[in-house]
């Protein structure tokens, strides 16, 4: 067979079909194989009709039919059908050859991938793509990592389907070495389940809280979405609270509310306490979901466990009813700030522990476009460090400690009266607890130290003395001298 292809992809799902088509789009000539080969044929038939895309019944067929440097990209269930793809491409390349997983795997998987292929003389990208069904179709959000060398064989086809924001810059750049492409995706899922609990609870405010019908709730976020709030999310909840079922009732307010998840948020809360990083919004999204997930037991509960009437007392006239939607917006967006900085947080403190080379003004930009998460706000962010890529923290840059000032009072008014009315808002009430521990200088921790040293000899460093000199005492007079060997913080 003679080479006439770009690239190869394997895994003819939605994102995998509607990527093929977009690399078609912009004259990229794909090979298209799938385990199941008839789909292979059913989609050469159907939607890949009067394309480039050449169809492949196997391994062997694909690889001859590609350009060299060969480039193999998966778009596979995450974890053993990757490797077990690995495994049968191996033997068709040849020293050079690039394979790329796309699918949404974990960055330790990918960090040892790399070694491995690496080792045979092959080059592997973990990249993460975000944007969904019509983002991969139309230009998704591309976070390329792994192989340094894979970068110039991949860049051209990447940055040419990928989103592009208004200059014209593609939504995809090298992220950096390992696993970083796919440990950037992470992050951006575990923002994504913070930036979608942050707006369940703005729309259970106004739902439980001020009564309004969800055509009410529609005018809202569709005029927030024409401010600082503009993104995707707040785009699609203002379509999902206009639409209709076939009885003409808003069909949102018949769903179950029990809410799944694919995993990747638990992975950024686990990897946070693995590198002991506050990520509290995220955390506080993902069990949020787990709490959705006891509906029977929830059902059961609201029948004995009682508290105060949802509704704000102050939301009885249309001026009171403006200003507490207000509040609620200022509470959305200073939570939503809160949760960006604990994500690049998290980025900074994992860039330190693998030694990753990460630009954190260029992945706001491959957020900027494309993804689930895209927004007005990620162009600040990325003005931000462009102005100061040393930023400690996105709160302390000028713009982002001007607009949590500006939304403060609104952003307490409304957790407190939540509070008192019983609505609950974990993620809008643990974001203004980050917020005011993170500009405390002094924590009660001390007390917490004291604890430990008291029933474990854990030590304490003393404010009178330099860093880093650990002491005991024998607080009850009963016991040694001896500290424990190790000091955990």
């Known amino acids: 067979m003679e080479p006439k292809a770009d690239i190869a992809l394997i895994g003819l799902a939605v994102m995998g079909q509607n990527l093929i088509l977009n ?30 895309v050449i169809g492949a019944h196997s391994i062997a067929d694909m690889v001859q039919l590609l350009k060299k440097p060969r480039r193999v990209m998966l778009m596979v269930k995450a974890g053993k059908a990757v490797d077990e793809f690995i495994e049968q491409i191996i033997p068709h390349l040849e020293p050079g050859d690039i394979i790329i997983d796309g699918g949404n795997s974990l960055f330790d998987d990918t960090n040892r991938r790399v070694q491995y292929l690496e080792s045979k003389g092959l080059l592997f990208v973990g990249s993460g793509v975000s944007g969904g069904e019509e983002g991969a179709r139309h230009g998704p959000s591309i976070m390329p990592g792994g192989s340094p060398a894979a970068w110039p064989h991949v860049k051209p086809i990447f940055q040419s389907i990928a989103a592009k924001v208004a200059d014209g810059a593609p939504c995809c750049d090298w992220v950096g070495e390992q696993g970083s492409g796919h440990y950037v995706k992470m992050v951006h899922n575990g923002i994504e389940y913070g930036d979608m609990q942050l707006i369940c609870e703005a729309y259970n405010l106004m739902k439980l809280g001020l009564g309004m019908s969800c055509d009410e709730m529609h005018q809202v976020f569709k005029q927030w979405n024409e401010g600082d709030l503009e993104s995707y999310l ?78 704000l007392a102050a939301a009885k006239k249309d001026a009171a009813k403006k200003v507490l939607i207000d509040y609620i917006r200022d509470a959305l967006y200073a939570s939503k700030i809160v949760s960006y900085a604990q994500g690049y947080m998290l980025m900074r403190a994992a860039a330190q522990e693998y030694k990753w080379h990460l630009n954190y003004g260029g992945i706001a930009l491959m957020w900027r476009g494309g993804c689930i998460i895209r927004s007005r706000f990620l162009g600040k962010i990325k003005e931000a460090f462009d102005k100061n890529p040393k930023l400690m923290n996105l709160m302390l840059d000028d713009y982002f400690r001007g607009e949590i ?36 200088a002094i924590l009660p921790a001390n007390l917490l130290q004291a604890q430990r040293d008291y029933f474990g000899a854990h030590t304490f460093e003393r404010i009178d003395k330099p860093r880093g000199e650990f002491f005991h005492n024998n607080w009850t007079g009963r016991g040694g001298a001896v500290s424990s060997g190790t000091y955990n913080v």
């Open 23 to 52: 690399m078609n789009d912009h004259g990229f000539v794909v090979v298209a194989h799938n385990r199941t080969v008839s789909k292979v044929d059913e989609f050469l038939n159907k939607e890949a009709k009067g394309t480039k």
């Open 405 to 440: 000032k500006r939304c403060q009072k609104g952003w307490r008014n409304i957790v407190s009266a939540a509070m008192k009315r019983g609505i609950p808002v974990p993620a809008f009430s643990t974001a203004l607890s980050f917020y005011d521990q993170y500009r405390s």
């Open 234 to 311: 707040v785009e699609i909840t203002r379509d999902i609270l206009a639409f209709k079922d076939s009885d003409g009732q808003p069909l949102v307010e018949k769903i179950v509310d029990t809410a799944g998840q694919k995993g990747t948020g638990k992975w950024t809360v686990q990897n946070s306490a693995d590198l002991g990083i506050p990520i509290t919004l995220i955390a506080e999204a993902v069990y949020a979901r787990c709490v959705s997930a006891l509906k029977d037991e929830r059902v059961k509960a609201s029948r004995k466990l009682k508290g105060p009437r949802p509704a």
